[in-house]
């Protein structure tokens, strides 16, 4: 399953939910630093760290946001709001 999750450098916040991801196993995470693209840096400057799911729908990659995770949660929490916010979006 593959993941992205939009940061930027400096960002604790980030930092410390891309070490969670780390963690897990059976997830390609891609880091993508919103500084670098003027549309990313627009869409995510509030609201990072963005993490997303993505997943083919109709013969394009599409992107679903998954509900922002608190800081404080732990590494099964992050892991658990994941799979939950993945079985949603494939049920629909």
Same mark, same amino acid.
């Given at each position: 399953?593959?993941?992205?999750? +939009?940061?930027?450098?400096?960002?604790?916040?980030?930092?410390?939910?891309?070490?969670?991801?780390?963690?897990? $196993?059976? +997830? #390609?995470?891609?880091?993508? /630093?919103?500084?670098?693209?003027? /549309?990313?840096?627009?869409?995510?400057q509030?609201?990072?760290?963005?993490?997303?799911?993505?997943?083919?729908? $109709?013969?394009?990659?599409? #992107?679903f946001?998954?509900?922002?995770?608190?800081?404080?949660? $732990?590494?099964?929490?992050? /892991?658990?709001?994941?799979?939950?916010?993945?079985?949603?979006?494939?049920?629909?």
């Amino acid at each position: 399953m593959k993941l992205v999750l +939009y940061s930027k450098p400096g960002c604790h916040l980030c930092e410390g939910l891309e070490e969670k991801l780390a963690v897990l $196993s059976g +997830y #390609e995470v891609e880091i993508r /630093d919103i500084t670098t693209r003027p /549309d990313w840096f627009e869409a995510y400057q509030y609201e990072i760290p963005v993490l997303c799911y993505v997943t083919e729908t $109709s013969g394009s990659l599409q #992107e679903f946001p998954v509900p922002r995770i608190s800081p404080r949660a $732990s590494v099964a929490q992050v /892991d658990r709001m994941i799979q939950k916010h993945i079985d949603r979006v494939e049920a629909e």
